[in-house]
């Protein structure tokens, strides 16, 4: 088992920047990709980021690209995300989320951050 805390979550100015972080303990050497995923109540789960744990090979969707960058320390178990240029459609809650295999079915996920936009 993995176990994902996220912070940094807040209130923001659009324009504003904000870092989130993402601690994973446990089985950490089963970590292939970590990611971000964003939702809102009533709203799909859209991707966000992800990167290679071992390679750091990053991917982005294109509705942050050049806006948001994400990172690793590995010695920290710890994933950030820096958020910059943020809009208020930036709003979500933000989960961290760590696969054994493809980011895209990741079997651990965090608790959620909150980042609040205003105009």
């Known amino acids: 088992q993995v176990q994902l805390v996220e912070s940094g979550g807040g209130l923001v100015q659009a324009g504003g920047s904000l870092r989130l972080s993402c601690v994973a303990s446990?089985?950490?050497?089963?970590?292939?990709?970590m990611g971000w995923f964003r939702r809102s109540p009533g709203k799909e789960r859209e991707f966000v980021s992800a990167?290679?744990?071992?390679?750091?090979?990053?991917y982005y969707a294109d509705s942050v690209k050049g806006r948001f960058t994400i990172s690793r320390d590995k010695a920290a178990n710890t994933m950030y995300l820096q958020m910059s240029s943020l809009k208020p459609e930036d709003t979500d809650v933000y989960y961290c989320?760590?696969?054994?295999?493809?980011?895209?079915?990741?079997?651990?996920w965090g608790q959620g951050t909150q980042v609040t936009v205003s105009s």
């Open positions: 989320a760590a696969a054994e295999a493809t980011i895209a079915t990741p079997e651990y």
């Open positions: 446990g089985r950490t050497n089963d970590i292939y990709h």
């Open positions: 990167i290679g744990w071992s390679a750091g090979s990053t």
